[in-house]
């Protein structure tokens, strides 16, 4: 590795992005602390502030790396299409948190800076995640990250769930970083470095892997499974999204995912040329078809939609793996395409379950939404599109996303897999519906929580409507980006 | 001089303990420090193979390492302060609160 502290020209413009999130962060701190009750109410506007200036630097980016991606930091930091593709998914789905979390919290009286700058900080671990070329970039994003998300997941601390969950999500995640950290250890031991660019070189170079690094390939899909909560790691999902925040569950439901999927899309393509691959992407094969098959198998016995949400998840995640594990180009824009998706419908109908007034103790089941499609409305107009935006019923974003993966996975050959993903969806469309059943054929009693609307949380809500319907009819914008993309992910071989 | 495998091994049998430790352990506590022992596993492997391969690299890894513990650690047994001040307890089995 190069040692040299060869800091290129523009590097400071580079971090631009990262250095609004983290010093916005502050400032909200800051200004909490100094003047909490003038500037309370400001908090969330202020957040919100904060993440459109994030968002108008990381498009002036782009005429910046269209013709060829750049590097930072001694190869290390890379700004291309793809990762401002990312970027903008991460800071509309925090965007989308945000308004959501203010009328949450008020209602809650939880309403802390705290909360809004561990979320901006948690963005900040996740644009590292999409961008860091060298695994130790990645590994420090995806720390920042977790540990962003073990306080949020907490955040709720007089409640007994909200810290239990929190236990649940610490103990298991800074355990799946160990198994993370063994197998980049391997990897380093085996080649020599680790930095995705090296391994290519390295492994276009000598191409028999070998057990240790088919261990170390292992290790790695297991902690990072973890993280994206693929069968047989999930475990913690179902328990983490019931006991969180409602407006955090939605957001470590949707982003982190993404952020997770990009680092092995990254990895994949870098160890394709080694003869193991064909092994290892069929392990990456098992791991999908049990995330397809139990999500949506499990998530029909559930009642409460928080954990129902949790398993479809599962699924969902299951389906982008098929893609990731083509290391296909035409992948990387199908896994943009699903991530955009899936933070608007998955934060949509998290925000729906949000906006129920109740204990916060107790699971919200279906019975809570029973009858609520006609006394409001317009709640009920929202979850109902976001269910069948999951559902992926035609018209909407869900479908062309699962579209678009499953074509990759059919273009790959993979034939049987694309099978028993459409069957699974298939499955699925049975417990979405359900919620739609119970929104306008069932009647509510008088105990029936009432849906509490603010101006926000309702912004909000319309802005991810709206976008599963464009999403949904246009999506063409996002395949007009692609083969840039696939030429910053997979390095240009 | 000791050869480089036999760090190896060591770290090997370490991360195992501390991932046996974690699956067979109920004491919130000593959960993670089984998590930190597979952790300084890592780091010793990471040292091992820093000095076989003569480069630096692998302890650049140790340091930021040592550091992403040391937070995860703060927020940790914040954590575990909140649950014990709920249930009087951090034995994980206790936490049960929700169920499939």
């Given amino acids: ?493 | 001089m000791i050869p480089t495998s036999w760090f190896l091994i060591l770290g090997a049998i370490l991360f195992s303990l501390g991932v046996l430790g974690v699956l067979t352990r109920r004491n919130g506590i000593t959960i993670f420090m089984s998590i930190e022992l597979m952790v300084n596993a890592v780091n010793l492997t990471f040292i091992a193979y820093a000095r076989e391969l003569g480069s630096l690299h692998g302890l650049m890894w140790v340091f930021f390492i040592m550091a992403v513990a040391a937070a995860e650690a703060a927020v940790g047994l914040a954590i575990f302060i909140a649950l014990y001040r709920h249930r009087e307890t951090i034995d994980v089995d206790e936490a049960n609160l929700m169920h499939w």
């Fill in chain 1, 1 to 493: 590795m190069n040692l040299n502290p060869l800091l290129e020209p523009d590097w400071l413009k580079a971090i631009r992005p990262e250095t609004i999130l983290v010093v916005g962060g502050l400032l909200l701190i800051l200004l909490e602390a100094f003047f909490r009750d003038t500037l309370r109410r400001l908090l969330a506007p202020l957040a919100a502030v904060i993440l459109a200036a994030t968002a108008w630097v990381v498009v002036g980016m782009y005429p910046w790396v269209s013709d060829a991606p750049r590097v930072f930091f001694g190869g290390t930091y890379q700004i291309s299409v793809a990762t401002i593709v990312f970027d903008l998914t991460f800071i509309l789905a925090t965007l989308l948190v945000i308004m959501l979390s203010r009328d949450y919290l008020q209602r809650e009286n939880i309403d802390c800076g705290e909360y809004y700058a561990l979320l901006l900080w948690g963005t900040f671990g996740m644009m590292m995640m999409a961008k860091g070329l060298e695994l130790l970039v990645v590994v420090l994003g995806l720390e920042t990250l977790s540990v962003c998300i073990f306080v949020l997941v907490g955040f709720h601390r007089r409640i007994p769930i909200s810290n239990e969950a929190s236990l649940k999500y610490f103990l298991m995640g800074a355990f799946a970083t160990g198994f993370v950290l063994y197998g980049i250890a391997l990897f380093y031991g085996a080649t020599g470095s680790t930095s995705i660019p090296q391994l290519l070189v390295y492994f276009s170079q000598n191409q028999s892997a070998g057990p240790l690094l088919t261990i170390a390939f292992i290790l790695i899909m297991a902690g990072l499974g973890f993280k994206l909560a693929l069968a047989p790691f999930h475990g913690w999902a179902p328990d983490v999204y019931q006991g969180a925040p409602t407006p955090v569950a939605a957001w470590l439901s949707t982003a982190p995912k993404a952020a997770t999927l990009v680092v092995l899309l990254r990895l994949f393509a870098a160890t394709s040329p080694v003869a193991e691959q064909t092994k290892w992407m069929s392990i990456a094969a098992i791991l999908a078809v049990l995330s397809m098959i139990l999500g949506n198998f499990v998530a029909i016995a559930q009642r409460d939609l928080k954990r129902m949400l949790a398993y479809s998840g599962i699924a969902h995640v299951g389906y982008m793996m098929l893609a990731v594990r083509t290391v296909r180009e035409d992948a990387v824009a199908a896994i943009a395409l699903y991530a955009v998706t899936y933070v608007l419908m998955n934060i949509g109908a998290f925000g729906v379950i949000s906006l129920l007034q109740k204990n916060q103790n107790d699971p919200q089941t279906l019975d809570d939404v029973a009858g609520m499609g006609f006394k409001y409305p317009f709640a009920g107009i929202a979850l109902t599109v976001f269910m069948l935006s999951l559902a992926g019923i035609p018209g909407t974003a869900g479908f062309m996303s699962k579209f678009f993966v499953f074509k990759v996975v059919i273009d790959a050959g993979d034939i049987g897999l694309a099978l028993i993903g459409i069957f699974t969806s298939i499955v699925s469309v049975y417990y979405y519906l359900r919620v739609v059943y119970f929104l306008y054929m069932k009647e509510g009693d008088e105990l029936t929580p009432v849906p509490v609307r603010g101006a926000f949380a309702t912004g909000a809500l319309a802005l991810a409507i709206v976008g599963v319907f464009v999403v949904g009819l246009w999506p063409m914008p996002v395949f007009d980006l692609f083969p840039l993309a696939a030429n910053a992910i997979f390095l240009g071989h």
